[in-house]
């Protein structure tokens, strides 16, 4: 059964330096999504990706964040100068379409450390 | 804006008693309902979904939902736990329109007692 895969499934970084998560969507979805969960809270939607644009995105996806489909396959999520409170289980999930019916499909999550 | 209420941080149930985990939500319309459910190192899996028609709908693993407008409620139940449905339990709330982003309560973890 197909399923999205995330890498590394955790990272540990120093506070102010670049981190790149790295996704694999299902391969025929078109559309993808960033999700974040800070410990003991609510899984949150960052930002949604479509046709190699941003078609949504949160308050919290600030320009210290950006998303980028490099190659046919992969689908990154950089934070350029991370935060401690950046610190978080980062879920990449996608979707075969748009409409809120259709069912996005998740993967294990990268849990990032922030020191 | 839509919102999701979980108001069970953790349940414990005994093995082979029945289920029922609360989610409340806030849209402004008919909502795309969901269940998620987070066993320990893997991702989302979703057990449900309600987007119309009947109210009860029948999901993966034994678990059922009830969608209750007039309650703004879509409660999980399942008839008898088992000790593999120990896991974290997430109720989403997606918009009928637009894009789909979903918007998730805070979880609820269920613990199953021998």
């Known amino acids: 059964e197909p399923e999205v895969t995330q890498t590394p499934s955790h990272q540990v970084t120093q506070m102010g330096q670049e981190v790149i998560l790295r996704c694999v969507p299902i391969s025929n979805h078109l559309y993808f999504y960033w999700y974040r969960q800070i410990l003991g809270q609510k899984v949150e939607f960052l930002v949604s990706?479509?046709?190699?644009?941003?078609?949504?995105k949160s308050e919290i996806f600030d320009d210290q964040f950006s998303v980028e489909r490099p190659d046919g396959s992969n689908f990154t999520l950089k934070i350029r100068s991370t935060k401690l409170e950046d610190s978080a289980m980062y879920f990449c999930?996608?979707?075969?379409?748009?409409?809120?019916?259709?069912?996005?499909?998740f993967g294990p999550g990268t849990r990032l450390t922030v020191l | 804006a839509q919102s999701v209420t979980q108001p069970d941080i953790h349940i414990t149930v005994s093995e082979g008693a029945s289920l029922e985990l609360r989610c409340n939500y806030s849209?402004?319309?008919?909502?795309?309902l969901f269940w998620y459910v987070q066993s320990p190192g893997q991702g989302l899996q979703l057990l449900l979904k309600?987007?119309?028609?009947?109210?009860l709908v029948q999901g993966i693993k034994g678990f059922e939902a009830e969608f209750k407008r007039s309650q703004s409620s879509f409660n999980l139940r399942k008839p008898s736990v088992h000790w593999s449905d120990a896991a974290e339990y997430f109720c989403a709330v997606g918009r009928n329109s637009g894009y789909s982003t979903l918007t998730f309560g805070k979880g609820t973890m269920l613990l199953v007692s021998p």
């Open positions: 999930a996608s979707s075969p379409g748009l409409a809120g019916y259709n069912e996005q499909f």
């Open positions: 990706f479509y046709n190699n644009e941003i078609s949504e």
């Open positions: 309600y987007f119309s028609g009947d109210t």
């Open positions: 849209y402004g319309a008919t909502p795309y």
